[in-house]
Protein backbone atom coordinates (compact mmCIF):
# COMPACT_ATOMS: atom_id res chain seq x y z
CA UNK A 1 0.00 0.00 0.00
CA UNK A 2 2.61 2.24 0.77
CA UNK A 3 6.34 2.87 -1.31
CA UNK A 4 9.58 1.87 0.83
CA UNK A 5 10.89 5.53 -0.12
CA UNK A 6 8.41 7.30 2.50
CA UNK A 7 7.70 4.60 4.84
CA UNK A 8 11.23 4.23 6.28
CA UNK A 9 11.78 7.93 6.26
CA UNK A 10 12.75 9.07 9.45
CA UNK A 11 13.37 12.30 11.04
CA UNK A 12 14.41 12.54 14.96
CA UNK A 13 13.87 15.91 15.05
CA UNK A 14 10.40 15.85 14.50
CA UNK A 15 10.41 11.96 15.96
CA UNK A 16 11.31 12.74 19.26
CA UNK A 17 8.55 15.39 19.49
CA UNK A 18 6.03 13.16 19.03
CA UNK A 19 7.22 11.40 22.25
CA UNK A 20 7.16 14.78 23.94
CA UNK A 21 3.49 15.25 23.08
CA UNK A 22 2.91 12.02 25.12
CA UNK A 23 5.11 13.08 27.83
CA UNK A 24 3.05 16.52 27.64
CA UNK A 25 -0.43 14.41 28.24
CA UNK A 26 0.58 13.44 31.72
CA UNK A 27 0.69 16.89 32.63
CA UNK A 28 3.98 17.20 32.82
CA UNK A 29 6.15 21.24 31.50
CA UNK A 30 7.76 19.77 28.56
CA UNK A 31 11.53 22.31 27.62
CA UNK A 32 11.47 22.33 23.84
CA UNK A 33 15.23 21.99 23.05
CA UNK A 34 14.84 19.79 20.48
CA UNK A 35 13.65 22.36 17.07
CA UNK A 36 15.79 25.03 15.44
CA UNK A 37 13.21 27.26 15.60
CA UNK A 38 13.57 30.71 17.26
CA UNK A 39 10.69 31.95 16.92
CA UNK A 40 8.64 29.85 19.16
CA UNK A 41 11.57 31.25 21.94
CA UNK A 42 11.87 34.60 22.46
CA UNK A 43 12.69 36.17 18.67
CA UNK A 44 10.28 37.25 16.65
CA UNK A 45 9.55 38.22 12.64
CA UNK A 46 10.81 41.50 12.37
CA UNK A 47 7.98 44.05 12.14
CA UNK A 48 9.05 45.92 8.92
CA UNK A 49 9.30 42.61 7.45
CA UNK A 50 5.37 41.02 8.12
CA UNK A 51 4.41 44.37 7.22
CA UNK A 52 5.61 44.02 3.62
CA UNK A 53 4.17 40.97 3.95
CA UNK A 54 0.73 41.98 4.69
CA UNK A 55 0.76 44.70 2.39
CA UNK A 56 1.88 42.46 -0.45
CA UNK A 57 -1.29 40.26 0.27
CA UNK A 58 -3.81 43.39 0.47
CA UNK A 59 -2.06 44.64 -2.90
CA UNK A 60 -3.48 41.16 -4.49
CA UNK A 61 -0.02 39.75 -4.83
CA UNK A 62 -1.67 36.67 -4.47
CA UNK A 63 -1.01 35.01 -7.44
CA UNK A 64 1.25 32.25 -8.71
CA UNK A 65 4.35 34.12 -9.77
CA UNK A 66 7.87 33.25 -11.64
CA UNK A 67 8.46 29.51 -10.74
CA UNK A 68 11.95 30.27 -10.91
CA UNK A 69 11.31 33.43 -7.93
CA UNK A 70 10.15 36.75 -8.13
CA UNK A 71 12.57 38.68 -10.46
CA UNK A 72 12.76 41.33 -8.59
CA UNK A 73 13.77 39.35 -5.54
CA UNK A 74 16.58 36.90 -7.81
CA UNK A 75 17.62 40.27 -8.66
CA UNK A 76 18.16 41.24 -4.68
CA UNK A 77 19.28 38.07 -3.39
CA UNK A 78 22.08 38.56 -6.43
CA UNK A 79 23.25 41.45 -5.32
CA UNK A 80 23.20 40.37 -1.73
CA UNK A 81 25.26 37.38 -2.35
CA UNK A 82 27.93 39.07 -4.55
CA UNK A 83 28.44 42.12 -2.31
CA UNK A 84 28.89 39.37 0.72
CA UNK A 85 30.46 36.97 -1.16
CA UNK A 86 32.59 38.59 -3.63
CA UNK A 87 31.18 36.43 -6.15
CA UNK A 88 30.52 36.72 -9.75
CA UNK A 89 27.08 35.93 -10.28
CA UNK A 90 23.89 36.97 -12.04
CA UNK A 91 20.44 36.68 -11.18
CA UNK A 92 19.97 33.88 -13.09
CA UNK A 93 21.95 31.77 -11.28
CA UNK A 94 19.63 32.59 -8.49
CA UNK A 95 16.72 29.90 -7.94
CA UNK A 96 13.73 30.77 -5.09
CA UNK A 97 13.14 27.84 -3.38
CA UNK A 98 10.47 27.14 -0.42
CA UNK A 99 13.14 27.05 2.32
CA UNK A 100 16.56 25.33 1.97
CA UNK A 101 14.84 22.35 2.23
CA UNK A 102 13.27 22.91 -0.54
CA UNK A 103 16.92 23.28 -2.56
CA UNK A 104 18.47 20.49 -1.16
CA UNK A 105 15.07 18.76 -2.36
CA UNK A 106 15.77 19.36 -6.09
CA UNK A 107 19.32 19.19 -5.94
CA UNK A 108 19.44 15.64 -4.93
CA UNK A 109 16.57 15.02 -6.80
CA UNK A 110 18.57 16.36 -9.90
CA UNK A 111 22.09 15.09 -8.93
CA UNK A 112 21.67 11.28 -7.77
CA UNK A 113 19.83 7.97 -9.19
CA UNK A 114 21.23 4.30 -8.83
CA UNK A 115 23.32 4.33 -5.47
CA UNK A 116 24.78 7.28 -6.80
CA UNK A 117 26.95 9.10 -4.03
CA UNK A 118 26.52 12.67 -1.74
CA UNK A 119 29.72 13.30 0.37
CA UNK A 120 27.58 14.55 3.67
CA UNK A 121 29.34 15.87 7.08
CA UNK A 122 29.04 13.10 9.70
CA UNK A 123 27.02 14.31 12.45
CA UNK A 124 24.85 15.96 9.97
CA UNK A 125 21.60 17.05 9.34
CA UNK A 126 19.38 14.27 8.39
CA UNK A 127 17.71 15.89 5.69
CA UNK A 128 20.58 15.13 3.71
CA UNK A 129 20.58 11.52 4.38
CA UNK A 130 16.47 11.36 3.81
CA UNK A 131 16.39 12.83 0.31
CA UNK A 132 19.43 11.38 -0.81
CA UNK A 133 17.49 7.82 -0.26
CA UNK A 134 14.55 9.19 -1.41
CA UNK A 135 16.20 9.45 -4.70
CA UNK A 136 18.03 6.25 -4.62
CA UNK A 137 21.22 7.68 -3.86
CA UNK A 138 23.68 6.66 -1.50
CA UNK A 139 24.77 9.23 1.49
CA UNK A 140 28.21 8.62 2.71
CA UNK A 141 29.57 10.84 5.54
CA UNK A 142 32.94 12.19 5.84
CA UNK A 143 33.74 12.17 9.66
CA UNK A 144 33.73 15.63 11.31
CA UNK A 145 36.71 14.93 14.06
CA UNK A 146 35.40 15.91 17.94
CA UNK A 147 38.51 16.03 19.48
CA UNK A 148 39.33 18.35 16.63
CA UNK A 149 36.72 21.21 17.41
CA UNK A 150 34.43 18.62 15.07
CA UNK A 151 36.37 20.01 11.52
CA UNK A 152 36.58 17.47 8.97
CA UNK A 153 39.25 16.01 7.87
CA UNK A 154 40.14 16.31 4.54
CA UNK A 155 42.33 12.58 4.06
CA UNK A 156 39.33 11.38 5.39
CA UNK A 157 37.30 12.89 2.93
CA UNK A 158 39.23 11.42 -0.03
CA UNK A 159 39.31 7.99 1.18
CA UNK A 160 35.44 8.07 0.71
CA UNK A 161 35.36 9.76 -2.96
CA UNK A 162 34.69 6.54 -5.52
CA UNK A 163 33.57 6.92 -8.94
CA UNK A 164 29.89 7.25 -8.01
CA UNK A 165 30.46 10.54 -5.85
CA UNK A 166 28.27 13.03 -7.21
CA UNK A 167 28.78 15.97 -5.33
CA UNK A 168 30.39 16.76 -1.69
CA UNK A 169 28.32 18.82 0.57
CA UNK A 170 29.90 21.39 3.09
CA UNK A 171 27.31 22.66 5.87
CA UNK A 172 29.58 25.91 7.59
CA UNK A 173 28.38 26.30 10.49
CA UNK A 174 27.10 22.80 10.68
CA UNK A 175 24.25 21.60 12.54
CA UNK A 176 24.41 19.28 15.27
CA UNK A 177 27.97 20.48 16.18
CA UNK A 178 27.76 24.63 15.51
CA UNK A 179 31.36 23.92 13.88
CA UNK A 180 32.81 26.87 11.61
CA UNK A 181 35.01 25.00 8.53
CA UNK A 182 38.63 26.88 8.99
CA UNK A 183 39.32 28.57 5.73
CA UNK A 184 42.18 26.29 5.13
CA UNK A 185 39.65 23.00 5.61
CA UNK A 186 37.23 25.12 2.79
CA UNK A 187 40.34 25.40 0.44
CA UNK A 188 41.27 21.87 1.07
CA UNK A 189 37.98 20.67 0.34
CA UNK A 190 37.73 22.85 -2.85
CA UNK A 191 41.04 21.71 -4.47
CA UNK A 192 39.49 18.16 -3.77
CA UNK A 193 36.76 18.51 -5.23
CA UNK A 194 38.46 20.18 -8.22
CA UNK A 195 41.07 17.44 -8.60
CA UNK A 196 37.98 14.77 -8.91
CA UNK A 197 35.66 17.30 -10.58
CA UNK A 198 32.89 17.50 -8.65
CA UNK A 199 30.71 19.81 -7.57
CA UNK A 200 30.48 21.36 -3.95
CA UNK A 201 26.81 22.07 -1.96
CA UNK A 202 27.44 24.44 0.31
CA UNK A 203 24.67 25.05 2.57
CA UNK A 204 24.84 28.47 4.29
CA UNK A 205 21.47 28.57 6.65
CA UNK A 206 23.59 29.70 9.71
CA UNK A 207 26.66 31.68 7.85
CA UNK A 208 25.36 34.86 9.76
CA UNK A 209 24.86 33.26 13.03
CA UNK A 210 28.52 33.32 13.97
CA UNK A 211 30.45 33.99 17.22
CA UNK A 212 33.41 34.52 17.90
CA UNK A 213 35.43 33.11 14.43
CA UNK A 214 34.84 34.84 10.93
CA UNK A 215 32.81 32.98 8.55
CA UNK A 216 33.90 32.16 5.08
CA UNK A 217 31.99 31.91 2.13
CA UNK A 218 33.24 28.47 -0.15
CA UNK A 219 32.23 30.16 -3.01
CA UNK A 220 34.67 33.14 -2.32
CA UNK A 221 37.87 30.86 -2.04
CA UNK A 222 37.07 28.85 -5.47
CA UNK A 223 38.20 30.18 -8.69
CA UNK A 224 36.74 27.18 -10.88
CA UNK A 225 35.20 24.59 -9.13
CA UNK A 226 31.29 24.69 -8.69
CA UNK A 227 29.76 25.76 -5.92
CA UNK A 228 26.11 25.69 -5.40
CA UNK A 229 25.22 27.95 -2.37
CA UNK A 230 22.11 27.39 -0.41
CA UNK A 231 20.33 29.99 1.95
CA UNK A 232 17.19 31.67 3.27
CA UNK A 233 15.13 33.77 5.35
CA UNK A 234 14.34 30.88 8.51
CA UNK A 235 17.30 31.90 10.56
CA UNK A 236 18.74 35.36 9.74
CA UNK A 237 15.33 36.59 9.57
CA UNK A 238 13.28 35.18 11.62
CA UNK A 239 10.72 33.35 9.74
CA UNK A 240 11.15 29.46 9.51
CA UNK A 241 7.27 29.28 8.77
CA UNK A 242 7.27 31.60 5.39
CA UNK A 243 9.83 28.95 4.02
CA UNK A 244 11.44 31.11 1.63
CA UNK A 245 14.78 30.06 0.63
CA UNK A 246 17.00 30.43 -2.57
CA UNK A 247 20.25 28.54 -3.89
CA UNK A 248 22.82 30.49 -5.94
CA UNK A 249 25.33 28.73 -8.80
CA UNK A 250 28.67 30.02 -8.87
CA UNK A 251 29.95 28.73 -11.64
CA UNK A 252 32.92 29.98 -13.61
CA UNK A 253 33.60 27.25 -16.07
CA UNK A 254 29.44 26.89 -16.83
CA UNK A 255 30.34 23.08 -15.85
CA UNK A 256 26.63 23.10 -14.22
CA UNK A 257 24.22 23.97 -17.27
CA UNK A 258 22.70 20.87 -17.59
CA UNK A 259 21.77 20.22 -13.70
CA UNK A 260 20.48 23.95 -13.60
CA UNK A 261 18.21 23.19 -16.67
CA UNK A 262 16.80 20.21 -14.90
CA UNK A 263 16.47 21.68 -11.56
CA UNK A 264 14.39 24.63 -13.52
CA UNK A 265 12.23 21.67 -14.79
CA UNK A 266 11.83 20.46 -11.28
CA UNK A 267 10.52 24.34 -10.29
CA UNK A 268 8.46 24.54 -12.91
CA UNK A 269 6.98 20.91 -12.08
CA UNK A 270 6.04 22.33 -8.81
CA UNK A 271 4.61 25.72 -9.97
CA UNK A 272 6.54 28.22 -7.77
CA UNK A 273 7.62 29.82 -4.13
CA UNK A 274 5.01 31.12 -1.96
CA UNK A 275 4.44 34.92 -3.66
CA UNK A 276 3.56 36.77 -0.59
CA UNK A 277 6.71 35.90 1.31
CA UNK A 278 9.26 36.69 -1.71
CA UNK A 279 7.87 40.46 -1.86
CA UNK A 280 8.66 40.79 1.89
CA UNK A 281 11.93 38.70 1.53
CA UNK A 282 12.56 41.77 -0.68
CA UNK A 283 12.19 44.17 1.80
CA UNK A 284 14.23 42.13 4.40
CA UNK A 285 17.06 42.01 1.91
CA UNK A 286 17.05 45.67 0.95
CA UNK A 287 16.49 46.97 4.57
CA UNK A 288 18.10 44.28 6.71
CA UNK A 289 17.80 45.75 10.10
CA UNK A 290 19.45 45.01 13.26
CA UNK A 291 17.39 41.52 14.24
CA UNK A 292 20.10 39.30 13.24
CA UNK A 293 22.78 41.03 15.06
CA UNK A 294 20.99 41.28 18.31
CA UNK A 295 19.82 37.48 18.30
CA UNK A 296 23.48 36.55 17.99
CA UNK A 297 23.94 39.02 20.58
CA UNK A 298 21.65 37.35 22.88
CA UNK A 299 22.55 33.91 21.68
CA UNK A 300 26.66 34.27 22.70
CA UNK A 301 25.31 34.36 26.70
CA UNK A 302 22.96 31.68 26.13
CA UNK A 303 25.60 29.36 24.48
CA UNK A 304 28.39 30.63 26.82
CA UNK A 305 25.93 29.80 29.57
CA UNK A 306 24.78 25.89 28.45
CA UNK A 307 28.69 25.25 27.34
CA UNK A 308 29.40 26.19 31.23
CA UNK A 309 26.76 23.85 32.69
CA UNK A 310 27.06 21.09 29.86
CA UNK A 311 30.75 20.58 31.08
CA UNK A 312 29.96 20.55 34.84
CA UNK A 313 28.01 17.70 34.39
CA UNK A 314 29.95 14.43 35.11
CA UNK A 315 29.56 11.95 32.88
CA UNK A 316 28.64 14.80 29.69
CA UNK A 317 31.60 16.68 27.63
CA UNK A 318 31.33 19.18 25.26
CA UNK A 319 32.54 21.04 22.35
CA UNK A 320 31.86 24.71 22.02
CA UNK A 321 30.10 25.87 19.30
CA UNK A 322 31.19 28.26 16.38
CA UNK A 323 27.82 29.04 15.74
CA UNK A 324 24.35 27.88 14.41
CA UNK A 325 21.82 27.78 17.95
CA UNK A 326 23.35 23.91 19.01
CA UNK A 327 25.42 22.00 21.23
CA UNK A 328 26.14 18.55 20.86
CA UNK A 329 27.39 17.17 23.82
CA UNK A 330 29.28 13.08 23.99
CA UNK A 331 27.33 10.97 26.67
CA UNK A 332 28.99 8.53 28.37
CA UNK A 333 26.77 5.67 27.89
CA UNK A 334 29.36 2.99 28.51
CA UNK A 335 29.95 4.04 31.97
CA UNK A 336 26.37 4.95 32.87
CA UNK A 337 25.25 1.29 31.57
CA UNK A 338 22.01 2.22 32.81
CA UNK A 339 21.03 3.12 29.01
CA UNK A 340 21.87 0.98 26.35
CA UNK A 341 22.45 4.08 23.51
CA UNK A 342 21.48 7.63 23.46
CA UNK A 343 17.97 7.23 22.01
CA UNK A 344 17.12 5.70 25.26
CA UNK A 345 19.27 8.34 27.45
CA UNK A 346 17.19 10.90 25.58
CA UNK A 347 13.64 10.01 26.04
CA UNK A 348 13.98 8.45 29.53
CA UNK A 349 15.95 12.28 30.40
CA UNK A 350 12.54 13.55 28.23
CA UNK A 351 10.17 10.99 30.63
CA UNK A 352 11.71 12.08 33.71
CA UNK A 353 12.22 15.73 33.73
CA UNK A 354 10.74 17.27 30.72
CA UNK A 355 13.45 18.40 29.00
CA UNK A 356 13.28 17.14 25.19
CA UNK A 357 16.51 16.98 23.26
CA UNK A 358 17.58 14.98 20.52
CA UNK A 359 19.33 11.50 20.13
CA UNK A 360 22.57 11.97 18.05
CA UNK A 361 22.00 8.49 16.40
CA UNK A 362 19.35 10.49 14.41
CA UNK A 363 22.09 12.81 12.40
CA UNK A 364 23.91 10.15 11.33
CA UNK A 365 26.62 7.32 12.17
CA UNK A 366 29.04 9.81 13.58
CA UNK A 367 26.54 11.42 16.26
CA UNK A 368 26.04 8.07 18.19
CA UNK A 369 26.31 8.52 22.31
CA UNK A 370 25.49 12.10 22.01
CA UNK A 371 22.18 14.75 22.00
CA UNK A 372 22.07 18.03 20.64
CA UNK A 373 20.11 20.96 22.39
CA UNK A 374 19.55 24.37 21.34
CA UNK A 375 20.12 27.12 22.97
CA UNK A 376 17.71 29.29 21.55
CA UNK A 377 15.31 29.28 25.32
CA UNK A 378 16.52 32.14 27.76
CA UNK A 379 18.65 32.39 30.40
CA UNK A 380 16.17 31.65 33.23
CA UNK A 381 14.49 28.32 30.91
CA UNK A 382 17.86 27.04 30.38
CA UNK A 383 19.08 27.80 34.32
CA UNK A 384 15.71 24.96 34.80
CA UNK A 385 16.75 22.46 31.96
CA UNK A 386 20.66 22.14 33.36
CA UNK A 387 19.15 22.31 36.82
CA UNK A 388 17.10 19.36 36.06
CA UNK A 389 19.67 17.77 33.48
CA UNK A 390 22.26 17.63 36.36
CA UNK A 391 19.72 16.23 38.82
CA UNK A 392 18.54 13.10 36.57
CA UNK A 393 21.93 12.36 35.95
CA UNK A 394 23.29 11.88 39.64
C1 LIG B 1 21.66 22.91 8.20
C2 LIG B 1 20.25 23.26 7.90
N1 LIG B 1 19.87 23.45 6.63
C3 LIG B 1 18.60 23.76 6.33
C4 LIG B 1 17.63 23.90 7.31
C5 LIG B 1 16.22 24.23 6.91
O1 LIG B 1 16.14 25.51 6.39
P1 LIG B 1 14.79 26.09 5.77
O2 LIG B 1 13.92 26.51 6.89
O3 LIG B 1 15.26 27.25 4.94
O4 LIG B 1 14.18 25.01 4.95
C6 LIG B 1 17.98 23.72 8.63
C7 LIG B 1 16.95 23.84 9.70
O5 LIG B 1 17.14 23.58 10.85
C8 LIG B 1 19.32 23.40 8.94
O6 LIG B 1 19.69 23.20 10.21
Avoid at 9 to 19: E, G, K, M, P, S
Avoid at 31 to 57: Q, W
Avoid at 200 to 221: G, N, R, W
Avoid at 252 to 257: M, V
Amino acid sequence: MVSRRVKDLQYAIRDIAVVAEEVEKTGKTIYHLNIGDPVIYDFKTPNYISKALAEATFAGQNYYVNSLGVPALREEVCKYERNKNEINITPDDILITSGVTEGIFFLLAGLLENGEEILVPGPTYPVYLNYAQFFDGKPVEYKLMEENDWEPNVEDIRSKITPKTKALLISSPNNPTGTLYSSKNIKDIIDLAGEFDIPILSDEIYDQIVFEKQYTCPATLSKDVPIIGLNGFSKAHLATGWRMGYLYYSDPLDKLTELKKGIENMARARLCANSIAQFAAIEALKNPGPHTEEMVTKLRDRRDYSYKRLRQIEGLSCVNADGAFYLFPKIDIENFSKWKDDKEFVIDLLRATGVCGVYGSGFGTYGKNHMRLTFLPDLEILEEVYNLIENFIK
